[in-house]
């Protein structure tokens, strides 16, 4: 689980970084930045509050339940802590910077950062119930 979040957060900057190596030849990729950034923002708060209330709601229809199988509200609010943390440190890295503090040498080109694109929006939660809107 927690490799995962490592994974997704990887993803994010290495997306990122493409994106700030690519301002100079095209201005909207800053307001790209920024809207990813914000949005990634977003969907953490939005994923904790429904992590929080589905939570509360399964401890009020069951009485007893395996403990180890539940997520508690600490473990919930600290894993969005950390990743407001991480989209904190990059909101407060200027651009130019941002580029020095690549987790990789590697660099992405278009056709990785599409995939990236692609990839993070898979597991957004209109992507993942696509296919029930879609048999409905």
């Not at 994923?47 to 209330?53: D, R």
């Not at 401890?59 to 802590?81: F, P, Y």
Request: hydrophobic share 35%.
């Amino acid at each position: 689980q927690v490799s995962g979040e490592d994974e997704i957060q990887q993803l994010q900057k290495a997306l990122l970084d493409y994106l700030d190596e690519n301002t100079e030849t095209d201005a909207s990729l800053v307001f790209s930045r920024k809207f990813y950034i914000a949005q990634w923002f977003r969907d953490t708060t939005m994923e904790t509050e429904k992590a929080i209330k589905s939570q509360k709601d399964e401890d009020s229809s069951e009485g007893t339940h395996h403990a180890k199988d539940v997520e508690t509200t600490g473990q919930i609010m600290h894993r969005a802590e950390s990743r407001k943390k991480f989209l904190r440190s990059i909101i407060k890295t200027a651009p130019s910077q941002f580029s020095t503090l690549k987790m990789n040498s590697d660099t992405v080109d278009y056709e990785d950062a599409c995939l990236i694109v692609r990839y993070l929006a898979s597991m957004r939660p209109f992507a993942q119930s696509f296919d029930i809107y879609l048999t409905q």
